[in-house]
Nanobody, 128 residues
């Protein structure tokens, strides 16, 4: 059984903050890589942040470094994305994903092909 359910999206003004959550139910659960992706209007889905659920290392897309923080609560099987200093270009659907870990260029993958499990997404809208 696999279920990923995002929450926490909404509308915010530029410079504001939001925290997204993703409740993860994967049985059996082994140490997987988890990630957040986003898809803006008319754009392809892009990787935002990733981590290894069994460790502490994280990786980020260049456009969000220093502003977003990904974290994993192993006890509650919940993935988070803290988004600060939001910009209008951060607008889009945000999706959590899980999959077998793949290293690409020394970082946990931010490519969609490496993630087998996906949530339905939550919308984030940032107004200027």
């Amino acid at each position: 059984q696999v279920q990923l359910a995002e929450s926490g999206g909404g509308s915010v003004q530029a410079g504001g903050a939001l925290r997204l959550s993703c409740a993860v139910s994967i049985s059996p659960f082994k140490n997987l890589c988890m990630a957040w992706f986003r898809q803006g209007p008319g754009k392809e889905r892009e990787g935002v942040a990733s981590l290894y659920s069994g460790g502490s290392s994280t990786d980020y897309g260049d456009s969000v470094k220093g502003r977003f923080t990904i974290s994993w609560d192993s006890a509650n099987k919940t993935l988070y994305l803290q988004m600060n200093t939001l910009k209008p270009q951060d607008t889009g659907g945000y999706y959590c994903a899980a999959g077998t870990c793949q290293l690409r260029g020394g970082a946990w993958s931010l490519q969609t092909v490496d993630y087998a499990y996906w949530g339905q997404g939550t919308q984030v809208t940032v107004s200027s």
